[in-house]
């Protein structure tokens, strides 16, 4: 069988988020006389809940007396995200993109962000056009490291999820991917290098290690 669809996450795979998101809250906790360490952080990547903000403040005003106020925290937050956030893909996924493109093999993007990040981001990039279909945490019942945004991705290409491969940066979403039926690539970020990610099956450094023909073997033994 050859190579149906290829699936991307987005924070920490075709975008670098994940250093956004840490660096922000990070910024605002040494204002407060507070260390934020990578470890303290890593180990929530790849979920998302409604209260992920509002955890981090509530933790802070624990620690510290001179914490700012929900409203404040909340707009500072943003504001350095806006200030942080990069103007580009992260390294090899243009390349990735155009490759996979020129091969005909459709793609998608699954995420367990919400669509309001998501949709306008890949907009920004300018990588809209790549992809047949962008699930998000908002179109799924459940989010990573439930099977839902890929099960939902593979629905939308019309493909059977054993002959996609999904791209990942954290076990949580690899987990989420293997429990769809994909193969798997884990592409680590330097905050989920501590993850463990064994249970991909190709692991490499930078999107720009991958190639059309590299992922289609991941699915060469897939029999229908």
Do not use: N
Not at 17 to 24: L, R
Not at 167 to 175: H, K, M, R
């Amino acid at each position: 069988m050859s190579l149906a669809a290829v699936v991307f996450d987005f924070d920490g795979i075709i975008i670098d988020s994940e250093t956004v998101e840490y660096e922000s809250h990070r910024l605002i906790y040494e204002r407060c006389g507070v260390a934020l360490t990578p470890a303290e952080w890593c180990d929530q990547i790849g979920t998302w809940t409604e209260d992920h903000e509002e955890r981090w403040h509530a933790r802070l005003q624990r620690l510290a007396p001179s914490a700012p106020d929900w409203p404040t925290f909340r707009s500072e937050k943003s504001r350095l995200c806006r200030e942080l956030v990069p103007a580009s893909p992260m390294r090899g996924i243009g390349e990735l993109l155009a490759s996979l493109a020129d091969a005909g093999v459709p793609m998608a993007i699954a995420s367990t962000s919400p669509a309001r990040w998501v949709v306008p981001a890949t907009e920004r990039l300018g990588l809209t056009p790549f992809f047949r279909a962008i699930v998000s945490g908002d179109d799924v019942p459940r989010r990573k490291p439930a099977p839902d945004v890929y099960l939902e991705a593979a629905r939308r290409l019309a493909v059977e999820p054993a002959a996609a491969v999904a791209i990942e940066d954290s076990a949580t979403g690899i987990a989420a991917a293997r429990a769809a039926g994909m193969k798997t690539v884990a592409i680590p970020h330097w905050l989920t290098a501590g993850h463990d990610l064994r249970a991909a099956d190709l692991r490499v450094a930078h999107a720009g290690e991958l190639t059309p023909a590299r992922l289609a073997a991941l699915v060469g033994a897939y029999v229908e």
